[in-house]
């Protein structure tokens, strides 16, 4: 198992660009999802996805959007990239069963986005 | 707001002493605690997971307390090692909601 992948590894954006970063796990996780660390400061989450179809915002989801139309991949789209955006992403799944919760996440090797 | 804390600066200590980090929380209640550990460049790997209900959890050289009257959970790595030196990030999950807030985590260096 690769576990979660995330590509690219670092990528520079100037101001006003936009860009889509990967992440595909290959666990067969329901949960999955997207948060951005920001240096000295925890993950904060952006959006999350409880299986394919359905996304739900996190605490920071502004500038982002997400689509989840496969089990397997979670892809986070920055529109007109900023400043404020630059950052390291992170990409996390996890299985969720029916009714359950208090469950590990797997955590992608991150993206380190700068935005010039 | 929901607040956790865990101390800002970094922890230094000796190879083969125990290093305890602590975790408070204010105006949560959160049903699960959860402890990470951050290599630098690398995303977060799960250590350890402790329910509300518990008081105490172990696995090898770690432990982990939880104590939802005081609002705070510690984290023990006994024998610490020069491997051990890392960021360890505790994290908040709520009834129901299988999402985590995290604190900013806290640098534990052991020197040899």
Known sequence: NAGVTQTPKFRILKIGQSMTLQCTQDMNHNYMYWYRQDPGMGLKLIYYSVGAGITDKGEVPNGYNVSRSTTEDFPLRLELAAPSQTSVYFCASSYVSSGGAGETQYFGPGTRLLVL | SQKIEQNSEALNIQEGKTATLTCNYTNYSPAYLQWYRQDPGRGPVFLLLIRENEKE????????????????????????????????????????????????????????
């Open chain 2, 57 to 112: 959890k172990r696995k090898e050289r770690l432990k982990v307390t939880f104590d939802t009257t005081l609002k705070q959970s510690l984290f023990h790595i006994t024998a610490s090692q020069p491997a051990d030196s890392a960021t360890y990030l505790c994290a908040l999950e709520g009834s129901g909601y299988s999402t985590l807030t995290f604190g900013k985590g806290t640098m534990l260096l052991v020197s040899p």
